[in-house]
């Protein structure tokens, strides 16, 4: 089998790996050539496809406020940027904001955020319980102290119409998409020399991308890496409300469920209380015993209507966890320099796409994050201590 060679390898196809393949692909500075190692080339299992996919800039750290924000404004152009052959991509951008919701006890906390992120230039308002009772007259607020409440850039929209028009885009503009399973990473010193597939094949490389998704500790794993990312499962449930809820935002419940609009249905979730284990999961079975515990019974008390929904149908998919501060791992390795991660987003990967793929193209190109300043999420902040930790996971 004769071996193949391509000036980057990219593992993982979905949204961050095919948002890198077509910031690459369409950079005029870049004339080199790209493949894609994808290993589920039906996207059955990829967190993107499974996300609930919406993009807010309410965090707790600026970084995530501007990658998200420049991925907003991304999303915004995506129609032109992404079209093929005169073809608009069309990703259902629907800008409709977040509600953040506190407890008297919660409410230090939110209030810190919203000064973080209106220092940055973020359109959020801080609410108290009257202006939120004007606005969601639907909505039960007997133990909710205040809301902070995102005003634009703010919103939801089709994950996979997304991923799937980078891939799209990327192919169109000369990059090469190949099935198959990293099984091996060959390093020559302090370089990767390439990757060798489930097949048997050997690709060489002059750089690799780590976008693997909730597999991206196990990829990091054949380099000799330590990476701190692993799978961990989350459940969305699919319900429907005979009572209309009018003007619903993404609303985040002072319980930690979530719950959006998706057409005329809705969409919720919880993550797992610490008192649940949480560990490495690569399977997609449900456990309905969240839902039941905590979801239905934290909608059915913020929003009195929702007591009387109907579950329509249910997904589980795969965060890629950084259980070391829940926060992206970007840029190059700080002795391997051409190994890239684009890793560790804990839930919030799908809206950071656009920018994500930015930044890790500029790096290879231009050997600098350009797009936005994404430093703090180095590599390196391991080694040297210093977490950056997100208040605002979901």
Known sequence: MAEKSYDIVIVGGAGVGSSTAYHLMSDPDFNGSVAVIERDPGYAGAASALSVAAIRQQYSTPANIALSGWSFDFMKQSGELLAVDGERAEIGLVESGYLFLASDEGLPVLQSNHEIQKSVGATVELLDRDALAARFPWMNLEDVAAGSMGTDREGWFDGWSLFQSFRRKAISLGAKYIKGAVTGIERDGARIAGVTLDNGERIACGALVNAAGPWAGDVAALAGVDLPVR????????????????????????????????????????????????????????????????????????????????????????????????????????????????????????????????????WIIHGEARAVDVSVFGYERFAEGRLVKEVNVI
């Open 231 to 362: 799978p961990r499962k989350r459940f969305v449930h699919v319900i429907d409300c005979r009572t209309p809820i009018p003007d619903c935002p993404m609303v985040i419940d002072s319980s930690g469920a979530y719950f959006r609009p998706e057409g005329a249905t809705y969409l919720t979730g919880i993550s797992p209380p610490k008192d649940r284990p949480d560990g490495d999961c690569y399977d997609f079975e449900m456990d309905w015993s969240l839902f039941e515990e905590f979801v239905w019974p934290a909608l059915a008390h913020r929003v009195p209507a929702f007591e009387a929904i109907k579950p329509l149908s249910a997904w589980a998919g795969l965060y890629d966890y950084n259980t070391a501060d829940q926060n992206a791992i970007l840029g190059p390795h700080t002795e391997i320099r051409n190994l890239l991660f684009a890793n560790g987003f804990s839930g919030h990967g799908m809206q950071q796409t656009p920018a994500v793929g930015r930044v890790t193209a500029d």
